[in-house]
């Protein structure tokens, strides 16, 4: 089914370059308790009222738990060549540290074994939000203690399936984790305040790097990255405290997590609060500890921020000027739709002599869809979403930027955080009461893009 024209080819952006699609495992998996799986901060704070939008769960979520081989299946149909996909720490190490769990262990051996016999290559991400509830209890990303447990669960995994893979991604959005969940407190596990952010900042710029070490130690030929969530930043004037507010806002957004692991330490110059981590929290020696010599960094994208000097806003100084007040193209959650943003970012990224490559780990758009009497979900939206952001990747490729691959999130709906089941990102749609699958419009558009014929 070919929906719409397609501005490029496959073959545009090279033989090798990598074609991928994304799952996480609390989104899902569901099996929350199944197996000798220990609860995570997310089945803690998604209990609580009034902290999901749409009052939902992710016990279920889209039972991938026991339809990962349809899952992994529907992501060979559609043409990808890679499946990546994250480690539920506490199914693997229910209490965080300690005892492990052989029934977790096993589950993924078998994910991976289905991707292999599929040709499919393994891309595997150990931290994507999911923090055992156990170690929460000891003060989570707060608390120095959670860098050797992260420690010591990269290394279990890595010894576990290192013969098998070859693809690393050490931390999901470090930013998004800590930000939301220990500064804004509208994610897992809902904590408030600097005094929560930033040492869980350090304990995560720490943990990226030696699990970056893990991995080299312990698997040979290990290709090793970090996915970060960035942003075009956009000052909403040339004034002077508007320029200020944007490098501010570029040091938290962008800089935040990249600038260590390159040995550059934090971005204090642009954002002087963060010297507070020092003052604090930081121990003499943790700073020959934060940098890693990762062979990527994942980027992902999803829209630029246009920011001004706000006076009143505590710490910070920053607003965001929302994208629904600039009469700009928007997805279904309000996010502006911007493929000039993802290219802009990828420039400001490979800009870094430390940089080697790039890889866009992940890129898609929310929309409420909705099937035809027949079927059909003509979402015409999301496919001229993956084209814009697609092409601005193409322009970075012809300048000679290096990179190497695009993943799409999702391959299909999910859990989507604290918007529940209502936000839509899949190119597989999900009916959660059956848990069948119907392949999107867009769905079927990468596999026209990705097919043979299609080059």
């Not at 299946?73 to 043409?79: D, F, Q, S, T, Y």
């Not at 576990?160 to 509208?186: C, D, H, Q, R, S």
């Not at 970012?345 to 929309?367: D, H, N, P």
Request: with cysteine.
């Amino acid at each position: 089914m070919q929906t719409t024209a397609v501005p490029f080819t496959r073959k545009d952006f090279g033989d090798d370059f990598l074609w991928g699609v994304t799952i996480s495992a609390f989104q899902n998996e569901g099996a929350f308790n199944t197996d000798g799986k220990g609860p995570s901060i997310w089945d803690t704070f998604s209990g609580r009222k009034g902290k999901i939008k749409d009052k939902s769960h992710a016990q279920v979520a889209t039972d991938f738990y026991n339809r990962y081989t349809q899952d992994i299946l529907l992501a060979k149909l559609l043409g990808f060549s890679v499946f990546r996909f994250s480690l539920s720490w506490s199914r693997i190490i229910p209490k965080g540290t300690g005892a492990v769990n052989p029934a977790g262990i096993d589950f993924y051996h078998r994910v991976i074994d289905a991707c292999l016999e599929l040709g499919l290559e393994p891309y595997i991400t150990l931290y994507h939000w999911d923090l055992p509830q156990a170690l929460e209890h000891k003060g989570g990303w707060s608390h120095r203690g959670v860098v050797f447990a992260f420690e010591e669960f990269v290394r279990i995994c890595a010894r576990e399936y290192g013969n098998k893979v070859k693809n690393w991604i050490v931390m999901n959005e470090p930013f998004g984790f800590t930000a939301l969940g220990y500064m804004l407190g509208v994610h897992a596990p809902g904590k408030f305040g600097l005094s929560w952010f930033l040492p869980a900042v350090h304990h995560a710029v720490m943990a990226q790097a030696e699990g970056g070490r893990v991995l080299r130690d312990e698997v040979p030929g290990a290709n090793i990255g970090t996915a970060l969530s960035c942003s075009q930043i956009i000052p909403n004037s040339n004034s002077e405290a508007d320029l200020v507010a944007a490098r501010r806002a570029d040091a938290l957004f962008n800089r935040l997590f990249l600038e260590p692991s390159l040995g550059m330490g934090y971005p204090v110059g642009d954002f002087p609060l963060l010297k507070r981590i020092e003052r604090r929290y930081a121990l003499w020696r943790d700073w020959d500890r934060l940098a890693f010599n990762f062979d990527f960094i994942g980027v992902q994208n999803y829209f630029p921020l246009v920011v001004k000097y706000n006076t009143f806003m505590p710490v910070v100084k920053i607003s965001e000027v929302k994208a629904r007040y600039r009469n700009v193209p928007l997805t279904g959650l309000g996010w502006e739709i911007n493929g000039n943003g993802l290219y802009e970012v990828l420039r400001q990224f490979a800009s870094y002599e430390g940089v080697k490559k790039l890889i866009v780990t992940e890129g898609g758009a929310a929309f409420p869809d909705i099937p035809a009497a027949d079927g059909r979900i003509a979402d015409l939206a999301r496919i001229s979403y993956f084209q814009e952001y697609l092409s601005g990747v193409l322009k970075a490729k012809k300048e000679g930027i290096p990179v190497e691959g695009y993943f799409a999130w999702t391959l299909t709906d999910n859990f989507e955080w604290a918007e529940g089941y209502r936000a839509r990102f899949g190119l597989v749609y999900v009916n959660f009461e059956t848990q069948q699958r119907m392949i999107k419009d867009s769905g079927y558009w990468f596999r026209d893009l990705l097919s043979p014929s299609g080059q």
